[in-house]
């Protein structure tokens, strides 16, 4: 048995919702879940209030919020501001609260007997319990969580032409040989920065090298 985590997005009028299940919380996990989120809704929100999970916040305190750098870059992407939840006050995301509540009676409770052998056959299940679960009518209101979202959908920033692509960073000393090393490659640098630490920004088929901000080179990866 492996255990598996359900990231859930939902939006603020609507409550529809986006439910994908991962093998990991790590940061590749976190992004994808989000990128596809925002394909799902076919739009983008101008705020997003996430937990305060350490893959996408550094720090959190009263008087200064840091944002993951590769979160951040993802958020620069598509044009909105990420405001974390503060510590403790489920409000500020009451939302999604509620729908984790709901989605863990309505979808998972009606698969936890079943068995999946992979990820992708689990979120085949999930997503068609979540299509039902968005399509079902309120039990005190008229409508559903889809008759919204329709109302919803036109508020949403429209998706940039092509999705994030996932970047990591990593810091590295410039060697004599005016070389880093990056994943057991030798990428080169312009000589001047010998012994100096540079910031690396890896993505699937770039390297780029970064001193006091500025790019100073960049290879295929």
């Excluded at 200064?64 to 995301?93: C, F, Q, S, W």
Aim: charge should be positive.
């Amino acid at each position: 048995i492996i255990d598996a985590y359900v990231f859930v997005a939902a939006l603020p009028y609507s409550g529809y919702a986006y439910v994908e299940a991962f093998l990991s919380q790590n940061q590749e996990c976190w992004i994808t879940a989000h990128v596809n989120a925002y394909s799902f809704f076919g739009g983008v929100t101008r705020i997003l209030v996430p937990d305060n999970l350490k893959t996408g916040v550094d720090k959190v305190t009263k008087s200064e919020t840091l944002i993951n750098k590769t979160y951040g870059e993802m958020a620069e992407h598509y044009g909105t501001a990420v405001i974390p939840a503060r510590v403790r006050a489920p409000k500020d995301k009451s939302t999604v609260e509620g729908s984790v509540g709901i989605i863990s009676t309505w979808i998972l409770a009606a698969i936890r007997n079943q068995q999946y052998l992979s990820p992708s056959e689990l979120n085949v299940a999930i997503k068609e319990k979540l299509h039902i679960f968005n399509n079902k009518p309120f039990q005190k209101k008229d409508g559903s969580r889809s008759i919204l979202f329709a109302e919803e959908k036109p508020f949403l920033i429209p998706l940039p032409l092509r999705a994030f692509e996932l970047a990591t960073w990593k810091i590295a000393t410039v060697q004599l040989n005016y070389h880093i090393n990056v994943n057991y490659q030798n990428y080169s640098v312009p000589y001047e920065y010998i012994k100096q630490k540079v910031d690396v920004r890896i993505t699937k088929n770039i390297v780029e090298v970064f001193f006091d901000g500025n790019r100073i080179c960049s290879h295929p990866r």
